[in-house]
DNA sequence: ATCAAAAACTTGTTATAACAAGTAGATAAG
DNA sequence: CTTATCTACTTGTTATAACAAGTTTTTGAT
């Protein structure tokens, strides 16, 4: 034989005709699958190739399970982050679906910041020291995603109250920061334990990161954070001009 | 008692201890870890709850496994795309590490685009073709990424050759298509089978995917497509003036 | 009819066991 | 010395079993 297929294991075989299914319409979207008793008679296989195909399903993000309650194929809909418009970051829902963005202060304190930000925000080395926010994203209601964000120390003073409860960069805008650039990196990272609590995941969910430096004239760095949100639920516009 | 504490599953805490003697030096990156056989012996506990234990730490992108030889801790160097410079789509190494990135054509051929493409792209309703190329980007001549890229028939049809061998934009601008926007977004997806075949990936894996379309003067669309590339391995950059 | 307890579901965790399949080093044949 | 084979590793797959822990339904007492 030539070509040795090497042949695909059972939990594959079955996730790959589940999805199918899926796709076909047998199983629809907030719809529950069969319970594992039902579908070990219905493949006839043991306990422990169902459950592998059904995580197959959750890491390609298919479904989602509930511990006594079952599997649920999951409804998409994400929120799309403009990342050129006039502004910044201002929200826009796609699709059919409409989704309600809110957002949620959990703290914001004088810290010692980290070196990295010392250098980017070009703090004094007599005083490293910058404000410190930490924001909770919200998607009707639920934690989509979390936000850190440092401000320079004699903003932060002046703004606390709005800031926290308002986006950062229009209340920048609002007070005359005037924001000349903001240098952003986009990336992709797997929940670790920690977020995977806060945003209720599965630990390893894939998870976007858009890590900014906000400055205004003169290259003078206001801001720098990164916003971390659910990569099924979010993702990010960008017009470009040439 | 108030706090009713669920206690953590065991390979939750293991994984967790692992995973802290990744960052505190004991496994470095690129070192295998101990096997399955000296991890029960050292944890006391059963082969699926080490194996579980190993799939969270895969799951968070920590650790790689290899049938046969062993479980290595991930090393990290990421390819960072530069959205924002004068043309587009400039590499840049990122970090330390000196990644090649290279590009191979899989397939360029005439096809019959999706309803979405044709409005994309405003093609007539009597001849709804376009080229369709397949590309594969390589670093260090591993997969990293694909890329999906529906161009215009009669641009397709001049610049086959140099487009086979070439990234996209600066092909387009080299023969006086001047690119005057690009509209693009950017998500993150999970591999399905097929791309985690071909980016040898394990299921599930994160991807990110830049769906872009790209303008001439008069908001005339000349190229659409994705770029779906690995999110372990690539992240953009985006820089924004205002 | 109301409410609480119990039972019957659901998925989650963990152990033991056996074999498959890929890799690398030792061993034996040429 | 070279090459092929065997052996001892590694991770991957699958089965059976028992219990834990959430959720829903049923039951039964009030």
């Not at 629809?28 to 296989?45: A, D, H, T």
Request: hydrophobic share 35%; charged share 20%; proline share 5%.
């Amino acid at each position: 034989m030539a070509r040795s297929q090497k042949q695909a294991p059972l939990h594959l075989g079955i996730s790959e005709q589940i999805q199918q299914q899926i796709i076909n319409g047998r199983y629809l979207p907030g719809n529950k699958l069969p319970s594992e008793r039902e579908l070990i008679k219905e493949w006839q296989v043991s306990r422990i190739t169902i459950r592998r195909a059904i995580a197959n399903l959750v890491q390609q993000g298919l479904v989602t399970t509930h511990q006594g309650k079952g599997v649920f194929v999951t409804e998409k809909c994400k929120v799309t982050y403009t990342l050129s418009n006039p502004l910044t970051f201002l929200e826009d829902n796609l699709a059919d679906k409409k989704i309600e963005l809110s957002m949620q202060n959990i703290s914001f304190e004088l810290v010692t910041a980290p070196t990295e930000v010392q250098t980017i925000l070009q703090l004094s080395a007599q005083n490293p020291t910058a404000y410190l926010q930490k924001k909770l994203l919200l998607t009707d209601k639920v934690p989509g995603g979390v936000d850190l964000t440092y401000i320079l120390p004699e903003i932060g003073q002046k703004l606390a109250t709005e800031l926290k409860q308002n986006m950062t960069f229009p209340v920048l805008e609002r007070h005359n920061w005037h924001i000349d650039r903001v240098a952003a990196i986009i990336e992709c990272t797997n929940a670790n334990l920690e977020l995977s609590e806060y945003l209720d995941i599965p630990l390893g969910h894939p998870l976007l990161v858009y890590r900014h430096t906000a400055y205004t004239t003169n290259n003078r760095p206001l801001v720098h954070g990164e916003t971390i949100s659910r990569g099924d639920r979010f993702c990010y516009s960008v017009d470009q001009l040439h």
